[in-house]
């Protein structure tokens, strides 16, 4: 063995993952060639010193400063939350009201064939419903209903209308902008589909479905900022 | 002092007593769980055990304090909106420490820092240590110096290096966050550790 391919084995004789033979090999190398000795010792120094590094954390410049930056950020978007969801709350609670004030207040003057249909329309209809729940529990299985398997897709319609957009004013961008946006797009489409796998192999992984989050919600924003331009 | 051992410095629970707090030691779980639910006190506890190791990671990954400070808020305002994932299945530090990780890799692929990798035909080759080089040993490394000499390798080097060497990932979780093969993971460490011994050796010839 020569001083090129034992120092290209350094790295896995500290990490352990040599074969034997090839340690002997790299061994006997190491007992003949101080050169390559030198090396071995200086790297092991390396990975032990980076060992106790972990230990070393560094505060930021200014702690205090950046605690209330996220603080603030976070409070703005709370507060943001909030807002909407009073809006729609409101939105909601006036179409519910507006469509229950019409029925209240309509004033109903029916006779009495019209009456007598309504009520047997209703006799007929509630005597069908229970039918039907009566044949529908009867053929329900008596064993408890399993869950559905695990499965995954993005299936997204506000991504679906953005990557339209995209594709309608792609054809008005100069080359570099659409160079610029591929390479945006091939790389997080190559992280939500690396997510997408892990997902597969191990469907309960937190941090994979946080990638995957992460890397749908980075493509939306991506999209949007292209769709405007 | 660990950071799960921190006494918590205030109220963090609006059901419990400024003093009852102090005397006791929150787990980062419950805190979690109070932070989910809306207890500002209480992210902020989690802020103050953790916030030197996000700092840290980010500092060592990118070689830059004002984006080391940036992603650190990232890291922290993305952990306030997923905090109620966190179930506790692993340990909080590891699972901030993966979050934090993703956080610096996605900054880093929309910056579009280039990842050095091996190639077929070959890129950056490893320079063969010959018996020309000064023979004495290099001077004892110490923590400021390998600080300072990871800060100036090349992000894809100093990538692998912190995640490995420092940080302790295994190779195969490393190629699934950074995209790569196992066997790229592995080459691009033994070629972080030898430009570090070189940066190491510029730094403090030896005598």
């Known amino acids: 063995m020569n001083c090129e391919k034992c120092q290209a084995l350094l790295s896995e004789l500290l990490d352990g993952t040599l074969t034997d033979e090839e340690r002997a090999h790299v061994g006997r190398h190491l007992d003949e060639c101080m050169v390559c000795a030198g090396v071995r010792a200086e790297l092991s120094a390396i990975v032990t010193t980076a060992h106790d590094v972990r230990n070393y954390t560094l505060a930021p410049p200014n702690s205090r400063a950046l605690w209330l930056r ?12 909030q807002r909407t969801a009073a809006q729609v709350a409101a939105v909601v609670s006036s179409r519910r009201e507006s469509v229950l004030t019409r029925v209240l207040h309509k004033h109903w003057t029916l006779s009495l064939p019209q009456l007598s249909a309504a009520v047997a329309a209703l006799v007929i209809g509630v005597a069908a419903l229970t039918v039907f729940t009566v044949q529908s529990l009867r053929r329900a299985p008596p064993t408890e209903a399993k869950l559905p398997p695990v499965h995954r897709s993005i299936n997204d319609q506000e991504l679906d209308v953005l990557m339209q957009r995209v594709e309608q004013r792609k054809g008005r961008w100069n080359p570099r902008m659409r160079e610029a946006f591929e390479r945006n797009l091939s790389v997080i489409d190559a992280a939500v589909n690396d997510s997408l796998e892990q997902l597969d192999q191990s469907p309960h ?18 999209l949007r900022e292209f769709a405007d331009l | 002092m660990t950071p799960e051992s921190i006494l918590l410095p205030r109220s963090a629970f609006g059901h419990v007593t400024a003093t009852e707090t102090e005397k006791t030691q929150v787990t980062d779980y419950a805190l979690a769980q109070a932070a989910a639910a809306g207890d500002m006190p209480a992210f902020e506890a989690l802020y103050e055990r953790h916030h030197r190791r996000v700092y840290s990671l980010c ?8 984006e080391a400070e940036d992603l650190a ?11 109620g994932s966190f179930r506790g299945e692993s340990a909080f530090t590891t699972w901030l420490h993966r979050l934090t990780v993703n956080q610096v890799l996605m900054h880093f692929r929309k910056r579009g820092v280039r990842m050095e ?19 004495a040993s290099m ?12 800060s100036q390798l090349p992000p894809g080097y100093r990538t692998v290096f912190i995640l490995h060497d420092i940080e302790g990932h295994e190779h ?10 196992v066997g790229t993971s592995k080459s691009q460490l033994h070629k972080a550790r030898m430009k570090l011994r070189g940066l190491l050796r510029q730094q403090n010839p030896p005598q």
């Open chain 2, 59 to 66: 500092l060592r990954m990118t070689g830059n304090t004002a």
């Open chain 1, 205 to 222: 992984d937190e941090v994979s479905e946080e990638a995957l989050n992460d890397a749908m919600s980075h493509k939306k924003e991506l």
């Open chain 1, 70 to 81: 996220i603080s603030n950020t976070i409070e703005a978007e709370r507060a943001q939350e």
């Open chain 2, 117 to 135: 990798q091996t190639t077929d035909d070959g890129d950056v080759p490893v320079q063969v240590v010959q018996g020309t080089e000064n023979p």
């Open chain 2, 73 to 83: 808020q990232e890291a922290f305002i993305q952990l306030y909106r997923k905090v």
């Open chain 2, 139 to 150: 001077p004892v490394v110490d923590r400021i110096a390998l600080d300072r000499a990871i």
């Open chain 2, 172 to 181: 195969e979780e490393i190629a699934r966050l950074l995209g790569c093969s």
